[in-house]
């Protein structure tokens, strides 16, 4: 057994209470930052409003009230929300749109109260959504602001994070991966202790309870606040015994199975009747999410075919006029749970094979393309028919791209976890192709680029991210690379 040993120690009492001390007074600090911006930006929207519709700016008592509200009750929702935990996932990774989540709620709630108390007479509609509108972007810009100011300050040697131990159990394999990336962190590792195999334990030290004891009794002596015990799939009767053994400590004790790292990094704790379960999710799973994105997907895909029907009638006729065939091509690909589904687009070819047909991606300067489809391709006008399937509930507005099937075919053997990328809808747009991952994908490099950001679109889906795609989408030149 080996062990990594710090050049001094210090009294567990004192380094919880400093740290403990640290966290809350920017806990703090970050709560009433975020409060008093929410207020200014609630109570400024309402004067700007009034300046610009009424031409004068004056002073209502009701409307500074309902600010203050406002932002009281937003960090409310916050610190129910576990959000200005500085340590925790709510801050660390969906802080932004989590805190955007508040600011709507919030909104919503003095909403509900201002119709319950008949108090909504003297408020102006308009001035209630400039404020939601002032509010939600202060947030997300403060919120931007605090959260690398707060990553700055965790920085080695201005706040030291929480004081671990960590323990690799026998035939752990890969906890150097682990260790590596827990030191681009913020974490302080004390002691790292490694088990030798049962075999070799007799000549390290004796039995692992031996060895169990000596590190407990080292940690009584340490201010350390968890230990990590990082283990494999053939060695649990050894960990339930070290859990047993370090459970007398008054800290938290945290298991890691090595095998499983990577797909945790999206997990959960979730409920199988009266028991808990490590639940590892992708995508809009929850109810919530999965309401939030459909809900999203139908308003938007129907408003668009409202506003852009003038150019989809004018599309339709345009291609009827520039070359023989139909309007509108259909092709088998593979959607959510790699079901089959017929997608639509503008016909930008002289020939429209399907899936049943030999593939043929299309190229640069391909003869089977328009004149017409050209123009069509390049713009994307042609992807448009398929705000058809996302009513449908077929697609999404934001997904992996759907393949031909016989394209995802031909690299099915070759890329680990393919079809992993249909565990979400296919979307008009994706992640892949506002990063310039579009076009043809003759080479496996190709579509196993391709491949990697629809994954990371999986495992990291918010609806932020949804947002933020759409918006590159429109204004980002890479979105537009190699369409043709």
């Not at 009750?73 to 916050?78: E, T």
């Not at 004390?190 to 407990?216: C, K, M």
């Not at 790292?261 to 379960?277: D, K, P």
């Amino acid at each position: 057994m080996s062990t990594n040993a710090i050049p001094h120690r210090v009294r567990r009492h004192s380094g919880t209470v400093s740290i403990l001390g640290t966290q809350v007074f920017w806990t703090v600090v970050v709560a009433a930052i975020e409060m008093i911006v929410i207020v200014v930006c609630a109570y400024g929207a309402f004067l700007a409003y009034s300046a610009a519709v009424y031409g004068v700016v004056f002073f209502r008592m009701d409307y500074a009230l309902a600010s203050v509200a406002a932002g009281a009750l937003y960090v409310a929702l916050c610190i129910a929300d576990n959000q200005y935990d500085l340590l925790g996932p709510e801050w660390n990774e969906h802080a932004r749109s989590r805190g955007s989540a508040a600011i709507a709620l919030s909104c919503v709630i003095l909403l509900t109260i201002g119709y319950v108390t008949n108090s909504l007479s003297g408020y102006s509609r308009g001035t209630f959504l400039a404020q939601l509108a002032a509010t939600l972007l202060g947030q997300m810009i403060i919120r931007s602001v605090l959260w690398q100011v707060i990553d700055h300050i965790r920085s080695p040697g201005q706040w030291r994070r929480e004081n671990m131990v960590v323990l690799t159990m026998p035939g752990a394999l890969g906890a150097g991966d682990v260790r590596a990336r827990t030191a681009t962190r913020h974490e302080h590792i004390l002691r790292w202790y490694d088990f030798p195999s049962g075999a070799d334990q007799a000549g390290q030290g004796g039995s692992l309870e031996v060895q169990l004891s000596a590190i407990r009794h080292e940690c009584r002596e340490l201010p350390i606040d968890a230990v990590l015990i990082l283990f494999g799939s053939d060695n649990m009767e050894v960990v339930s015994r070290a859990v047993e053994a370090l459970s007398e400590l008054p800290v938290r004790i945290q298991l890691l199975p090595i095998e499983l790292a990577e797909l945790m990094r999206h997990s959960r704790i979730g409920h199988h009747g009266h028991l808990q379960v490590l639940e590892l999710f992708c995508g809009p799973c929850s109810l919530r999410d999965r309401f939030l994105k459909r809900s999203f997907d139908t308003i938007v895909a129907a408003s668009l075919l409202v506003i852009l029907s003038p150019l989809l009638l004018v599309v339709a006729a345009l291609i009827k006029l520039d070359s023989r065939g139909p309007v509108l091509f259909r092709q088998t690909r593979l959607g959510f749970n790699n079901e089959p589904i017929q997608i639509l687009k503008f016909r930008s070819m002289t020939t429209f094979d399907d899936a049943r047909d030999e593939f043929r991606q299309a190229v640069r300067n391909d003869p089977r393309v328009t004149r017409l489809g050209r123009i069509l391709r390049r713009s994307n006008i042609d992807e448009l028919p398929q705000l058809l399937n996302v009513l449908r509930g077929e697609m999404s507005l934001v997904g992996p791209r759907p393949h031909a099937v016989a394209h995802n075919q031909m690299f099915a053997d070759q890329i680990c976890r393919m079809f992993r990328r249909h565990n979400v809808k296919p979307g008009i747009t994706g992640w892949a192709q506002v990063n310039g991952l579009r076009g043809e994908t003759d080479t496996f490099e190709k579509m196993q680029k391709r491949i990697e950001h629809d994954l990371y679109y999986v495992d990291n889906w918010s609806f932020a991210f949804d947002l933020k795609i759409m918006i590159m989408t429109v204004i980002s030149k890479r979105a537009h690379i190699d369409a043709y």
